[in-house]
T-cell receptor, first 116, second 116 residues
């Protein structure tokens, strides 16, 4: 069963650098959302992509950008990394909207980003 | 803006006993969805149970049930016959029912320990 796949699993970057995280949604899902989970906190919504467009955005600066490809996979890009960007980045996918309510969103295991 | 509060950072329960995790939320919306997610050490968020706000009947999924008090904006999770595999972080989450607003708003989580 191909659930949500995220890569890489762990990543260490230096302050000021740029990073790209990748997500492949569950088979049959076409909508991808990204969340940031700081240590000891609940996930915070970054944005959602559908039909290769950003459909909804949370309270994150423009340094956070994304992309969705025709095969529904997605990337999260973060520029000018700050120490405070260190977190677990989770990707979640869904299929039909009402199915997502019934089944919930399918989450990946995340990418642990450490900024030093 | 909606907020979700989990006031119990940690809880513990003896194996086979019952435990209740608390969650309160704040919203001005009348229609919404509430979820409990489990996050084991594997980091993947797993849906435990969900509740539609327009339904008065409390949701139940096997050993998991909720006590949904809409007027009090309370949504607690009861785990019966606790098992070692239930040990994890538990997050309460809110989602609007409005079209186009799909972000999940999470609480800060409760770490549940199962004592053998």
């Amino acid at each position: 069963d191909a659930g949500v796949t995220q890569s890489p699993t762990h990543l260490i970057k230096t302050r000021g650098q740029q990073v790209t995280l990748r997500c492949s949604p569950k088979s049959g899902h076409d909508t991808v959302s990204w969340y940031q989970q700081a240590l000891g906190q609940g996930p915070q919504f970054i944005f959602q992509y559908y039909e290769e467009e950003e459909r909804q955005r949370g309270n994150f600066p423009d340094r956070f950008s994304g992309h969705q490809f025709p095969n529904y996979s997605s990337e999260l890009n973060v520029n000018a990394l700050l120490l405070g960007d260190s977190a677990l980045y989770l990707c979640a996918s869904r299929g039909l909207r009402m199915t997502a309510v019934r089944e919930g969103y399918t989450f990946g295991s995340g990418t642990r980003l450490t900024v030093v | 803006a909606q907020t979700v509060t989990q006031s119990q950072p940690e809880m513990s329960v003896q194996e086979a006993e019952t435990v209740t995790l608390s969650c309160t939320y704040d919203t001005s919306e009348s229609d919404y969805y509430l979820f409990w997610y489990k996050q084991p050490p594997s980091r993947q968020m797993i849906l435990v149970i969900r509740q539609e706000a327009y339904k008065q009947q409390n949701a139940t999924e096997n050993r998991f049930s909720v006590n949904f008090q809409k007027a009090a904006k309370s949504f607690s999770l009861k785990i019966s016959d606790s098992q070692l595999g239930d040990a994890a972080m538990y997050f309460c989450a809110y989602r609007s029912a409005n079209f186009g607003n799909e972000k999940l708003t999470f609480g800060t989580g409760t770490r549940l320990t199962i004592i053998p």
